[in-house]
């Protein structure tokens, strides 16, 4: 039941990966703008302009282009940036690492301060307490990320200058490193003086994905722990004798816990979405820093490649946490 289940999410991954490759495909070619004249100084000549066109497929119909480019994406050949004259997949295989880096630091951080709140909400129930957590979480969601990310700045890189606000790490820091993981290599060569130049530079850019998120994540798990204090399972912890806080936390937030692993793997999606803009806001060099760069340039080969890879890790991502939630969901996995 569960391979059956794995196999049919594959299969609509494929079709969605399918769909979306349409989609930009076209809509990139649609909109008006030449990326060969961007390329070619002011006196090219126009036998110029059509050999690069021929070079890169322009001078094709957009159905005979997207044939091309798709069976070059089946063999790993995802073409070569118009701006940098590079393979594209390598050009996101290199940025992608820090996009990665910096969402989950973003995730561990909006559950950490989503989950604090919640439990802390929940002991302290229909106290002022609980209400003071409520009016937060209102404000931290009226409040878009990248609107996070200019406060964090001015606030901890321009009145209190205490965290870096531009890059990924320190130049004269960056040593050989044989991965793009800075952050998990640095930990593993036991490099922490990299570890903590890489914290400083990536905590407030995650710290701005993650206020957002982990409000959601603090309403919607509160919310669950006061649905399941009621339940007989619960009461009957108290009549043994146990404390509120062993109630709460050993009793109730297994149960509780489950529709909010479901919100956190969908809400990590957008996150990781979100990091475009973040990492303009920070010149934090990932791959939605790049994103922004591929557009205004027109590099279309680039667009494309980046636009799959952010799919495919929605959809992978997606199909992680509907298999997690069937594990851990008791009627789902004996059903």
Same mark, same amino acid.
Do not use: H
């Given at each position: 039941m569960l391979a059956r289940r794995i196999l049919t999410r594959l299969l609509t991954t494929l079709v969605t990966l399918l769909g979306v490759s349409i989609v930009v495909f076209v809509? #990139?070619? %649609? %909109?008006p703008g030449n990326p060969i004249a961007m390329m070619l100084p002011p006196g090219a000549t126009q036998a110029d302009i059509d050999r $690069? &066109?021929?070079l890169y497929g322009f001078d094709r119909s957009i159905l005979a282009q997207y044939f091309i480019w798709l069976g070059g994406v089946v063999q790993g050949d995802f073409g070569t940036s118009i701006q940098t004259r590079q393979p594209v997949l390598d050009l996101v295989l290199r940025r992608l690492p820090a996009t990665l880096e910096l969402a989950i630091m973003a995730l561990v951080i909006a559950v950490a301060l989503g989950g604090f709140l919640a439990l802390t909400g929940t002991r302290l129930r229909g106290t002022a307490t609980e209400g003071a957590i409520d009016v937060g979480n209102g404000m931290a969601l009226s409040i878009p !990320?990248? $609107?996070w990310g200019l406060v964090l700045i001015l606030l901890f890189g %321009?009145?209190?200058?205490?965290? !870096?606000?531009?890059g990924r790490v320190s130049p004269s820091l960056v040593p050989e490193f044989y991965t793009r993981f800075f952050l998990f290599e640095s930990v593993l060569r036991l490099r922490f003086d990299l570890w903590l130049d890489l914290v400083r530079h990536m905590l407030m850019p995650a710290l701005a994905l993650a206020i957002p998120l982990a409000a959601i994540i603090g309403q919607l798990l509160k919310q669950s722990l006061k649905e399941t204090m009621h339940l007989d399972y619960v009461t009957l912890a108290r009549t043994k004798g146990y404390g509120e806080n062993h109630?709460?936390?050993?009793?109730?937030?297994? &149960?509780?816990?489950?529709?909010?692993?479901?919100? #956190?793997?969908?809400?990590?999606?957008f996150l990781i979405g979100g990091t475009v803009i973040i990492e303009r806001l920070f010149s934090y060099e990932g791959l939605g820093n790049m994103a922004i760069d591929a557009v205004i340039n027109r590099d279309l080969p680039l667009i494309q490649g980046i636009v799959i890879v952010f799919a495919l890790l929605f959809t992978v991502i997606n199909l992680i946490v509907d298999l997690l939630y069937t594990v851990l969901n008791p009627r789902?996995? &004996?059903a």
């Open positions: 809509v #990139i070619r %649609v %909109v $690069l &066109n021929a !990320d990248f $609107l %321009v009145l209190w200058p205490v965290f !870096d606000i531009s109630v709460i936390v050993r009793e109730a937030l297994r &149960n509780a816990v489950l529709p909010t692993l479901t919100l #956190i793997g969908v809400q990590f999606t789902l996995r &004996n």
